[in-house]
Nanobody
């Protein structure tokens, strides 16, 4: 069992940057960690994922080249650096954890945080 708490969201202008953090209560090194987001009226969608040792990452096409996922297993924390933000990035961002291989669908993740709001103004 692991509990996840996101932080770092806020209001930013178009073109700005934010860094989200996801702190875990347990040892994260055994889990694949992912970030998802959910905009009002839309389904929760995959953003990025990182393997247990950080050696492999995967991104949604919509954020590739702008967002970077990373992790610090010594701190049981995963990060999402978001650059060149635009209004379409506005959403609640959730981190998630799963054992095993990298995955990109919501159903494949076992543990979820409550989310942090990111709002990008035009």
């Amino acid at each position: 069992q692991v509990q996840l708490v996101e932080s770092g969201g806020g209001l930013v202008q178009t073109g700005g940057s934010l860094r989200l953090s996801c702190a875990a209560s347990g040892r994260t090194s055994v889990y694949v960690m992912g970030w998802f987001r959910q905009a009002p009226g839309k389904e929760r969608e995959f953003v990025a994922a990182i393997s247990q040792n950080g050696g492999n990452t995967y991104y949604a096409d919509s954020v590739k080249g702008r967002f970077v996922i990373s992790r610090d297993n010594a701190k049981n924390t995963v990060y999402l650096q978001m650059n060149s933000l635009n209004p379409e990035d506005t959403a609640v961002y959730h981190c998630a954890a799963r054992p095993g291989l990298l995955a990109t669908t919501r159903a494949e993740y076992n543990y979820w945080g409550q989310g942090t709001q990111v709002t990008v103004s035009s």
